[in-house]
């Protein structure tokens, strides 16, 4: 890889690691939840009420360890299958598109402040990378420089395409 392509490398990671470490942050907000439910309880508590609270409170941490392990072990960067395929098979990246987030609150649309990159490979699996929208197009681009022979933008017609034949595409 030349200076650009591991600039471009490293600001796909950055996005990739920044998904991670939200999820870490929900894992351990978990944990939390869990650990107080189970260590914050009233003197007087009757037994139904500690063993609700055990019982939830032990839901909320095994919930919290299985989110960890999957923030840690299955989220790492280095076993992410956008970013194998990027630095050993560069075409096997056939598609790229963008969709934006859009959230309605009291039923007016508000701008969106997020959008999901998907990027499709040549064995059928789909990458999405959640970022804020001002970092779309720094992403968008860096994707687009690792893989040159990925299609860019979204179309029935090439989801279809990519269904049959995920090759077919590029």
């Not at 591991?6 to 996005?15: C, E, G, K, L, N």
């Not at 194998?84 to 402040?113: I, K, N, S």
């Amino acid at each position: 890889m030349g200076t650009e392509e591991t600039q471009a490398y490293r600001t796909v990671r950055s996005a990739i690691t920044g998904a991670r470490v939200a999820s870490i942050a929900v894992a351990v907000l978990t944990l939390g939840l869990g650990a107080l439910m189970i260590f914050a309880q009233d003197a007087d508590a009757t037994t139904t009420t500690m063993v609700l609270a055990y019982v939830f409170g032990g839901l909320f941490g095994l919930v919290g360890v299985l989110l960890l392990w999957v923030a840690l072990v299955k989220l790492s960067p280095s076993r992410s299958p956008l970013l194998v395929a990027l630095r050993e098979r560069p075409a096997d990246l056939v598609w790229l598109y963008t969709q934006d987030v859009v959230v309605r609150a009291g039923g007016a649309t508000l701008p969106p402040r997020n959008c999901v990159v998907y990027a499709k490979l040549a064995n059928g699996s789909t990458v999405g990378l959640s970022v804020k929208k001002a970092k779309e197009a720094e992403i968008v681009g860096a994707l687009r420089e690792l893989a040159p022979g990925a299609v860019y933008g979204y179309s029935p017609e090439r989801e279809a395409r990519f269904k049959q034949d995920p090759r077919s595409v590029a």
